[in-house]
Nanobody, 121 residues
Framework: QVQLVESGGGLVQAGGSLRLSCAASGSIFGINIMGWYRQAPGKQRELVAIITSTGGTNYPDSVKGRFAISRDNGKKTVYLQMNSLKPEDAAVYYC???????????????WGQGIQVTVSS
């Protein structure tokens, strides 16, 4: 079974930076899309960043220019560099992999456990 383990969260002051990591373990044939989502108390989960297998990225306007997603296929790891953090960025962050299953011919979702990011003003 594939498991995703996140690290790098914590408490920072507004304007500071954090780098989140998410590493997969288990047998994986291939990973198409890697992404990050976040969920704040009382709010729905929202997409933060996506990176494709060829390196293309997509960000919502709320984080564009401040966050950067990257991937290391050899380490089966995705990163999220967060700069110029704002109090509204505080949330639990979840990584997500779309994993190719050749015997089923489909992509399956794998999710990280969630990691807290707190930003003080």
């Amino acid at each position: 079974q594939v498991q995703l383990v996140e690290s790098g969260g914590g408490l920072v002051q507004a304007g500071g930076s954090l780098r989140l990591s998410c590493a997969a373990s288990g047998s994986i044939f291939g990973i198409n899309i890697m992404g990050w989502y976040r969920q704040a108390p009382g709010k729905q989960r929202e997409l933060v960043a996506i990176i494709t297998s060829t390196g293309g990225t997509n960000y919502p306007d709320s984080v564009k220019g401040r966050f950067a997603i990257s991937r290391d296929n050899g380490k089966k790891t995705v990163y999220l560099q967060m700069n110029s953090l704002k109090p509204e960025d505080a949330a639990v962050y979840y990584c997500n992999f779309k994993i190719w299953e050749p015997h089923e011919g489909v992509y399956n979702d794998a999710w990280g456990q969630g990691i807290q990011v707190t930003v003080s003003s």
